[in-house]
């Protein structure tokens, strides 16, 4: 392949063995060259704007900001350049905080460098690769998003009133002087609001309220 037909790769990685490690394993590459790599997320702030990248494979724990938080600096900077999280978190926070910050894949270090370079191929593609351990938490917590918007959805009109006030910090006292109905009338208001969100708790109540 011609060398300018070659997609530029940046990696960031704080382990030197392993930024040492990935670099070759690009180098080894046809289709692939290495445009730099970076110990930290603040070099790579400072310094992939002014380069020639397309994608950068990006390590989750980094010293000082993290990779998601890069991720997310470097993407307002250089909104077309891709990000593939290469790492060895699974943490759903995380995963979810990546993809959010613009990253279009997240695939684990234990994968190997075959499966690392098929991720990247995919990522020029169009495709979102992801080892399939983040992939069934991502769909497990799509289907936990529809299950709690299905049962936000079956609440009444009254039921969302009160919610709206519960958010808002009110105690029960308040709440009915508010919708003018008796204490006791919004205390079985709110043990239906707790059958149907499947919660025990006033704050896991409003938590699944505002996640809807």
Request: glycine content about 6%; aromatic content about 6%.
């Amino acid at each position: 392949m011609n060398s300018k037909m070659k997609k530029r790769i940046g990696i960031v990685e704080d382990n030197r063995d392993l930024r040492e490690a990935m670099a070759m394993m690009i180098q080894f590459t046809q289709q692939y060259e290495l445009a730099g790599t970076f110990e930290n997320a603040e070099t790579a702030i400072e310094m992939v704007p002014s380069l020639e990248i397309d994608a950068v494979l990006m390590d989750v724990n980094l010293p000082g900001y993290s990779g998601y938080e890069c991720v997310s600096i470097l993407k307002t900077k250089k909104p077309q350049l891709l990000f593939l999280m290469c790492t060895s978190y699974e943490d759903d926070d995380i995963i979810f905080k990546s993809l959010k910050a613009g990253a279009s894949g997240y695939i684990l270090k234990t994968e190997g460098p075959t499966k690392i370079i098929d991720a990247l191929n995919d990522l020029f593609d169009g495709g979102s690769p992801m080892s399939s351990s983040i992939a069934r938490k991502v769909v497990a917590s799509f289907s936990k998003f529809e299950t709690i918007s299905e049962s936000v959805m079956s609440l009444t009109p009254r039921e969302n009133e009160i919610l709206e006030l519960l958010a808002t910090g009110k105690m029960n006292k308040e709440v009915a002087d508010n919708l003018q109905i008796s204490a006791g009338t919004v205390r079985k208001h709110i043990q239906h609001i707790y059958e149907k969100l499947q919660v025990n708790t006033r704050v896991e109540a409003v938590n699944v309220y505002l996640k809807r």
